[in-house]
């Protein structure tokens, strides 16, 4: 059986890069190596990889037990896709200038969603 799990483990991670990238290249624009030297732009691209760091490694770990627990395919496609699009969404409205709080907003919802709907059906399949 192919695992669906490790496909979006990798597109979340070139995201992560992505943004891991951004930074970099802000901390050359400011000449920092460490912390964000006041820099309203260096502390925006910090704080949208570091938000993005907090979610994604929980939403896999929850997708991965859902895949392990037989969870039917098109539902690990569907946290999936919803971890991936809602980070997505969330890290444009987060780095913008000025933010786009709907595309934000339009983030955390499906981030949010799959977790909680993820930790209740493997709570659910454990208990019963």
Do not use: W
């Not at 990798?10 to 995201?15: C, D, H, M, P, R």
């Not at 190596?33 to 938000?51: H, L, P, Y």
């Not at 977790?115 to 709570?123: K, R």
Request: some cysteine.
């Amino acid at each position: 059986m192919q695992m669906i799990t490790p496909i979006y483990a990798g597109l979340l991670t070139l995201v992560f890069l992505a943004l891991s990238i951004m930074v970099i290249r802000q901390r050359f624009a400011v000449r920092t190596s460490v912390g964000d030297a006041g820099d309203k732009g260096m502390i925006k691209r910090m704080r949208t990889q570091a938000n993005f760091a907090e979610y994604v490694p929980l939403g896999l770990i929850l997708m991965l037990c859902a895949e392990l627990q037989s969870a039917p395919a098109m539902a690990v496609h569907a946290m999936g896709a919803s971890l991936l699009i809602g980070r997505i969404c969330h890290a444009i409205g987060m780095s913008r200038t000025p933010q786009i709080f709907l595309l934000r907003q339009i983030g955390i919802l499906l981030t949010f969603a799959m977790l909680t709907f993820t930790a209740l059906g493997l709570i659910g399949h454990a208990v019963l």
